[in-house]
Each structure stands twice: as structure tokens, then as C-alpha cells.
């Protein structure tokens, strides 16, 4: 079973971009820094419902919707058709470490081909596959 996942992930991972090259007011720094920021987004209720019930007409979920606008977002900033994210999941899915303490989060690598110029909707259907496949 191990080498079939391993296998999955050789196959989605291959030849995925290192970077995902983003327009900014300044260069990369030579190393790392892992700082960073978050700014609070707000949406109304209306368009909430509006984008639940898109989710809903494509049989995804709203994290899903919003995954697959941030993924377009991306893509059209940096130029790519192929745009790869981490998105952290829980890690207790399984009954034994139900009582464990501790912190069980893995990173889960979402990727998403966006070549074809193609519509939200299609676009929405690539990311849920792409979701429910990982």
C-alpha cells in the first residue's frame, strides 16, 4: 500500500514547479525567512451563499471554491498554468492516536493544471478532483 501512494505522489508531483514565481516590490532574500503575514478577508453573507451554492451545482465544497479562486489568483499573478499549494489537514484519522496528545497536522500538496484557458467551472471540477485524489 505504501508504494502505491508513493507512486500517486511521484506521479502528481513530476515535473511541478520549485517556485511559483510571484510580481513583488522586492527581491527574494538570498535565505528564507518564514516570516510572514495574513490579512483577514470578510466576505458577506450574500456572496458566501452565492459561492456555496456554486460549490454545491459542481458537487464541491466551499473550501474547494475558495481553494480553486485562490489557485486561479495565483496562476494569473504568476503567469502559470500549473499552480501547486500546501494546504494543512488533520492528521487523526485513524481511531489509535485518537487519544494521543499532541499536534497531528500534515501538508497536504494540491495541484492544479489551469492550461486551456478554462472556465471557474472547469476549473472547480479540476480542483475537486484534485482534492478528493490527495
Known sequence: ???????????QLA????????????PRPAVQTYRG???PVELSPELLERLQALGRSEGATLYMTLLGAFQVLLGKYA???DVVVG???AGR???EVEELIG???NTLVLRTDLGGDPSFRETLR???EATLDA
Open 79 to 81: 503567469g502559470s498554468e
Open 1 to 11: 500500500m505504501l508504494e502505491r501512494h508513493l507512486s500517486y505522489w511521484r506521479e
Open 87 to 89: 494546504s494543512p489537514i
Open 15 to 26: 515535473g511541478a514547479p520549485e517556485l511559483l514565481e510571484l510580481p513583488t516590490d522586492r
Open 126 to 128: 479540476r480542483v475537486r
Open 93 to 95: 484519522t485513524r481511531g
Open 37 to 39: 503575514a495574513s490579512v
Open 103 to 105: 499536534f497531528f497536522v
